[in-house]
């Protein structure tokens, strides 16, 4: 077996875990659809996490206590080899703990454990970020799954689109050099619908930071009508990012966050940064998303 990778089995679904990043690379049916992006060159990778922050600091620069950190865009774990905790034959446990090296980029303790479960239906990721210091962690956590976009190899991708479980009318937001933009804009959803082009990305993610819904249908048209289909729901999150490269590529990121980019203009300690969780010392935060794929 080799000790970077590991595949989840049930009766219709195989899944493939790293432990680089504790990242799932594969989702493939009994019927052989691949539903997650094969980390080609357009972008070389397929879910990782967002740990310890979703997008982008200002200048790459985490600032406490009057020291100076370098994190780069979505933080260290998805950069960062998990130890294995557990590998069963539907479920696997991945572990991340402070050390050394991530307090050269985050001074602050912490476990992060990642809890993947397959079923007969889906995939579902356990994500539990748990304060093992002092002092209050600020933290955010993020998703980051990229699925084939078409689904179905030779459909128009402008024949796919997301349904939400709820109307969307809230405004969205945007980035400018990675950073919140202050405007809002309109919603792209129309009702529970979102049309997908390639056009939607030219201003890079859909940020929904009021999302009303807690799950989302990806297809070809309204529904799960027309070749495979996928579901991402998600508890505890509490934003989603919608993403696919500007220039167009055959991908589409569906991302539960905790947390967003800093506000351009935010000039202010980190533990002041808009969008992290605060958790006490000893106490632990869970946040989960899952998978559900089908065909029809």
């Known amino acids: 077996m080799n000790?970077?990778?590991?595949?989840?089995?049930?009766?219709?679904?195989?899944?493939?875990?790293?432990?680089?990043?504790?990242e799932m690379c594969s989702l493939t049916s009994d019927a052989g659809v691949e539903f997650v992006w094969q980390a080609?060159?357009?972008?070389?990778?397929?879910a990782p996490l967002l740990f310890p922050i979703?997008?982008?600091l200002a200048n790459d620069e985490l600032r406490h206590r009057g020291r100076t950190y370098r994190m780069t865009q979505h933080g260290f774990a998805?950069?960062?080899?998990?130890?294995?905790a557990e590998r069963g034959e539907s479920r696997c446990v991945l572990v991340l703990e402070d050390s050394e090296t991530t307090r050269a980029l985050y001074p602050f303790a912490f476990r992060l454990t990642a809890t993947y479960t397959?079923?007969?239906?889906?995939?579902?990721?356990?994500?539990?970020?748990a304060n093992t210091g002092k002092e209050t962690l600020p933290a955010s956590l993020g998703g980051h799954p990229a699925f084939n976009w078409p689904l179905q190899p030779g459909a128009?991708?402008?024949?796919?689109?997301?349904?939400?479980a709820s109307a969307e009318p809230s405004p969205v937001r945007r980035l400018?050099?990675?950073?919140?933009?202050?405007?809002?804009?309109?919603?792209?959803?129309?009702?529970?619908?979102?049309?997908?082009?390639?056009?939607?990305f030219v201003d890079d993610a859909i940020i929904f930071d009021r999302i009303a819904s807690n799950s989302v249908g990806y297809a070809a048209g309204q529904a799960a009508s027309s070749g495979p289909w996928l579901k991402m729901s998600w508890r505890g999150f509490r934003e989603l990012g919608v993403?696919?490269?500007?220039?167009?590529?055959?991908?589409?990121?569906?991302?539960p966050w905790r947390g967003y980019a800093t506000p351009a203009g935010f000039d202010g300690e980190f533990t002041d940064k808009p969008g992290l969780m605060h958790i006490a010392a000893g106490a632990e935060e869970q946040l989960s998303f899952r998978i559900d794929v089908g065909s029809s």
């Open 3 to 22: 000790a970077g990778f590991y595949s989840l089995r049930s009766r219709r679904l195989t899944a493939t875990i790293k432990a680089q990043g504790a």
């Open 40 to 46: 080609a060159p357009a972008w070389p990778r397929h």
């Open 54 to 56: 979703v997008g982008r």
């Open 78 to 84: 998805r950069d960062s080899r998990f130890a294995w």
């Open 118 to 129: 397959l079923d007969e239906s889906g995939l579902d990721l356990s994500l539990t970020i």
């Open 156 to 164: 128009a991708k402008e024949s796919y689109a997301l349904s939400f």
């Open 176 to 200: 400018d050099g990675g950073l919140l933009r202050p405007a809002t804009e309109p919603s792209p959803v129309s009702g529970t619908v979102l049309p997908l082009s390639e056009s939607l």
């Open 243 to 255: 993403w696919s490269k500007p220039s167009g590529a055959p991908f589409l990121c569906i991302e």
